[in-house]
């Protein structure tokens, strides 16, 4: 309820509502065609591809952790609890961002956030020896 709350007060206030008071199977077919027509629809689905494969990886990272950073099962585990936290944070502050910057700064905002999470992964990949185990 409170993460409801929250999202719905942090909402940008230019969003729009639905346009079709009406539905139909017609519309709905018409719907789909601009969909499939539309690069900004083949974008949007690729983004949401993509951020399917991060959470692939947020599932493996714990046994990643413990293969190439020789962390024990636990500390490999709270390693791995950083990046559930981390997106989160990312969608919070996002979303801030695009209600007091506007939509063009609420994109550059995103474009940060995607540079700051591929420089960590790298940063992972590369540094071995990074000081994991935060006990």
Known sequence: VSLVFVSSSIRPEDMAGPRDQDPSLFKQAGKWAALITSLEGWLALFTL?????????????????QDVHKLEHGEASAAASCFPVGMALGLISGAAFSTLLGVQGGRIAHVLHVIVGIAAITTLHFWKGAPLNWT
């Open 49 to 65: 591809i993509g951020t399917y494969f991060g959470w692939a990886l947020i599932n493996y990272a714990a046994v990643l952790f």
